[in-house]
């Protein structure tokens, strides 16, 4: 499905009662992740990303306790930006989030990696020893697209 309709369907599926108080929640935390990545750090904001705000509380997901660390140090002038950027915002706390970084940017940023020639090795004994299945496909797919 391309984005076009996937669009057109999000705001056809925004308009349904029973959906706007979800899609809102959406488009509000958008907005403070975009506002975020206005304040923070461009090397911080890369692996850090803001929850849903509640009762003026703002929580900003880390990607390791280092940047958790890094963004305590620095919460007191991201809170008065945020102040000053309009956001009812009263306080910050800062989590960190468990493979955070591994499950947001291997499908955004997929890169080609590389099988060592061990790893080849190994893979064409294995698909030479294997019937004919779907898996013996798989194998020899996997090795000539390397």
Known sequence: MTTRKVSAYFRILGKEPEHQDLFLKVDKLNEIQQSLLT???PR???HCAAGYPNDGKLTIFASNGSIAAKLKQISPSLLQKMQNLGWEVTSIQIATQAHYQASNTDHFNPKKR????SG?????QLAAS???SALKTAIES???NR
């Open 120 to 124: 080849i090795a190994s893979l064409t």
């Open 114 to 117: 590389n099988l060592a020639q």
């Open 39 to 41: 304040i923070i750090p």
């Open 142 to 144: 996997l090795l000539k």
């Open 130 to 132: 294997l019937p004919a």
């Open 44 to 46: 911080l904001a890369e």
